[in-house]
């Protein structure tokens, strides 16, 4: 019995020096690679939750499995954008031991802000004294021992003094496959706002290689006061002045837009605006606000004369999660090119009309809300001031008791406006009420009508993403 216990006793520690052997002489000058995948759909990160060690090299492989997705952890660098059904390498060094949040940093739907998961980074020393050691032996092979710790597996060969590696289960091929399907886009799948309020530009990014249609349409004779105009139908009898125009995606973040405005009257005439715009931002991660700017050249009668150039910026900002806040200022050079807005002496002879001049130059302060009442509903506000030169009417001041011209004056009202907004899938419809005709960029923020606020003509807007 005493000549067992000293065969078994010597065979256990042969055995733990072979182990330790082939563990010394296997082991990496450098800490292991640690590679994860991710899926991130609506709503969720799979897994929620990642485990790594302090020093490990950490290698996130995410994948969107229906449309774009971000994921930002914010104390480690990381703010990635994932396109629809691709998948992103993320490559880190877990340096620090703790607790981080995972949110998604792009724009995803109603649910975009439950779109979070955690990261915890466990100490190398505390991990080692808490982890759950399992060690089973390989029955087919002799000599060949499974460990199992923290979730990882290794393969260890006495006899050949050798470790393997063993991967984690990877997903069932159905599952992956899943991945590559195309996902039509729900009709009740929210998005905070569109590219415009009323006239007002957005910070909406336009997708890559996407090809969109914006309609703008608006009745000229306000629909108040409500008793002259109901004859008219509230002004739905009137004429009208539809626009017609189009973006297109050049990358995620370029896009290229046409624009055609049909209006024809003093100064300005068959517009035709081109223009260039780029996203900056997004207000996501480490960003608090969206960011987009557009430049662009309007000229009239088809683009053959009186050029404007504009230069926008677009600034979006969510108070809540239903309330979207823009500002959008904005530059238009040449507005009054010519003095075409001015007094002409075939329309007047009097000198103190013909010495009005109203400026060449223009700016704008464009403020605008969206805010949603429902998942694919919105209601609409935009505001916008102009300084310099301002498109109106050149009218005569008359003395109030004589009723005597006593001079020329410009007769403006900023742009304001409202409606309700309603989307479809790739369908986007909005009843408007503004007071103005125009809009170009150059134009949209004066009134055209020269309507006060207590006047609105009833307009919509459709917008169609073909691709």
């Not at 492989?61 to 994921?71: K, M, Y």
């Amino acid at each position: 019995m005493l000549q067992l216990k000293h065969l078994c006793a010597s065979a256990a520690t042969l055995f733990t020096l072979a182990v330790c052997a082939g563990v010394c002489d296997a082991a990496p000058s450098e800490p292991p690679q640690r590679e994860i995948k991710i899926i991130a759909r609506r709503f969720q990160f799979v897994p929620k939750t990642i485990n790594v060690k302090k020093g490990e090299r950490v290698r996130l492989s995410v994948t969107a499995e229906d449309v774009d997705h971000g994921i930002s952890i914010q104390e480690f660098g990381i703010d990635q954008i994932i396109k629809a059904h691709e998948t992103k390498v993320i490559e880190f060094n877990a340096d620090k031991a703790g607790r981080f949040g995972v949110i998604c940093s792009v724009f995803c739907g109603d649910g975009h802000p439950d779109m979070v998961g955690e990261l915890i980074v466990a100490d190398a020393v505390a991990a080692a004294d808490n982890s759950d050691l399992k060690v089973t032996f390989d029955d087919s092979a002799p000599g060949v021992v499974i460990v199992e710790s923290n979730g990882e597996r290794l393969r260890i060969d006495t006899a050949t003094k050798s470790i393997e590696r063993l991967d984690t289960p990877q997903a069932p091929a159905k599952q992956a496959d899943t991945h590559k399907a195309e996902v039509r886009e729900s009709s009740s799948a929210y998005e905070p706002y569109e590219h415009h309020i009323v006239n007002l530009p957005t910070t909406k990014a336009v997708r890559k290689h996407s090809f969109n249609v914006h309609f703008t349409h608006r009745f000229l004779e306000p629909f108040h006061p409500i008793n002259d105009t109901a004859k008219d139908l509230f002004g739905l009898d009137s004429t009208s002045v539809s626009g017609l125009g189009f973006t297109f995606g050049i990358t995620d973040r370029l896009y290229a837009s046409f624009y055609r405005s049909p209006l024809c009257r003093k100064g300005v005439c068959k517009t035709i605006e081109l223009g260039l715009g780029y996203h900056w931002l997004d207000e996501a991660g480490r960003s608090p606000i969206s960011l987009s700017t557009y430049a662009s050249v309007e000229g009239d009668d088809n683009f053959q004369k009186t050029y404007t150039y504009n230069f926008q910026t677009m600034i979006g900002r969510s108070i809540t999660r239903y309330v979207n806040f823009f500002f959008s200022p904005a530059v238009h050079i040449n507005a009054n090119g010519q003095g075409r807005f001015n007094i002409h002496p075939d329309e007047s002879t009097d000198p103190r009309a013909l010495a009005l001049r109203l400026g060449q130059h223009t700016g704008s302060f464009g403020f605008g809300l969206n805010g949603r009442i429902r998942p694919t509903v919105s209601l609409l506000f935009e505001y916008i001031p102009r300084i310099g030169f301002k498109m109106g009417r050149i009218v005569p001041v008359e003395n109030k008791e004589t009723g005597e011209v006593i001079g020329f004056e410009n007769d403006s009202e900023a742009a304001l406006g409202f409606g309700v907004e309603k989307r479809i899938g790739r369908h986007v419809f909005s009843l408007t009420f503004s007071n103005t005709q125009a809009t170009t960029t150059a134009r949209y923020n004066s009134s055209s009508g020269v309507l006060p606020p207590s006047k609105f003509a009833i307009g919509f807007n459709l917008y169609r993403r073909l691709k």
